[in-house]
């Protein structure tokens, strides 16, 4: 039983013919009979009777044309689902985000994509980077936006570009007009830092283990913005990444001495086949690195994206 014999016999039953049914349908007539003939026979029961000039449903038919509506109506609303998630008329984008990026950096870009798609629905979750490539693991976000390159058995990272890490005080720190500041220079002031980022508290371990300077941490935080207004009231200084808080109101970056690169990626399940949607973003989103002259390749939709080990440009993110 397929759809078109359903289609078919439907048609018979509502024109009570099979001259009629093959004018609407634009079918020759015997190819409509043969396939109502195979259906009664696959069904091993009679679905019209034909004994006069109409053709009438038999009790059996009656019985199959609730059915048979009902089918192609689910076939027709899912043709019409999967035609809107081609036009990305419909469709969920699930992104993981690191706290050092921030979700309030990343609002600008998301603004601009919801515009060009304003019926996709966008889920940003905000966590430490380590969780970020978990939830990806897990199937509870479809990528995510990753510090490092590091991949395993489960995860795949595509190259974004790298960025830099820098030390973030007030404007009237006395730190605020160096032109560059040593971890152990940073390692003497009161420490903000999330409590779930693995690259800022990675810096700050190994510089003191080289050091012997123990951290001051005075302020932990999982909120991006509250983070980065502890440092504007001077209460501390911590780091961040330079294309996500240089432009922030009351706060300076000073380079780090010797430079912290940081590689950004998009990370994402191994031989996973990224929905329409995601394809969709990830493409818009290295459109917006390729306008700042930044030449990197365009991840195809709907193919699963090869690693590459090739450096990239520092480049000031899209969203800043």
């Known amino acids: 039983m397929d759809s078109r014999k359903l289609q078919y016999f439907v048609e018979v039953a509502a024109s009570c013919s099979f001259t009629k049914a093959a004018e609407k349908l ?3 007539q015997p190819a409509i009979s043969k396939a109502i003939q195979k259906l009664e026979e696959e069904l091993q029961l009679k679905l019209f009777d034909r004994s006069d000039k109409s ?9 199959l044309l609730a059915y048979a509506q009902s089918i192609l109506g689910q076939f027709d609303e899912a043709r019409r689902e999967m035609e809107e998630l081609r ?7 699930r992104i993981g985000l690191p706290s050092i990026i921030g979700s309030s950096s990343f609002a600008p870009l998301l603004k601009e994509f919801k515009k060009l798609h304003p019926k996709l629905a966008i889920t940003v979750i905000e966590e430490g980077n380590d969780h970020i490539r978990h939830l990806i693991a897990c199937k509870e976000i479809d990528f995510g936006i ?5 991949e395993d058995a489960e995860l795949m990272v595509v190259p974004l570009l790298t960025d830099e890490a820098v030390a973030c005080v007030a404007e009237d720190h006395p730190l605020s007009n160096r032109r560059s500041v040593t971890m152990e220079k940073l390692l003497e002031e009161p420490l903000i830092l999330f409590k779930e980022d693995e690259l800022q508290l990675n810096i700050f371990l190994e510089a003191s283990q080289e050091s012997g300077i123990a951290p001051n941490i005075a302020f932990t935080t999982n909120q991006f913005a ?3 207004s502890l440092v504007a009231e001077g209460m501390g200084a911590s780091i961040l990444l330079r294309t996500t808080s240089s432009t922030d109101e009351g706060l300076r970056t ?3 001495s010797p430079p912290v690169p940081v590689q950004l ?11 329409q949607a995601c394809a969709a973003f990830i493409d818009f989103l290295q459109r917006k690195i ?10 195809p939709r709907r193919e699963v994206y090869p690693a590459t080990s090739e450096p990239l440009t520092s480049l000031r993110l899209p969203f800043c």
């Open 146 to 150: 990753l510090l490092g390159s590091n």
């Open 265 to 275: 990626g998009i990370g994402y399940r191994r031989n996973y086949q990224l929905p």
């Open 87 to 93: 036009r990305l008329e419909r469709g969920e984008i």
């Open 254 to 256: 000073v380079p780090l």
């Open 290 to 299: 390729n306008e700042r002259k930044h030449v990197l390749p365009l991840i």
């Open 55 to 63: 053709v009438v449903l038999t009790s059996e038919g009656n019985v």
């Open 26 to 28: 634009l079918v020759a």
């Open 226 to 228: 509250l983070l980065r």
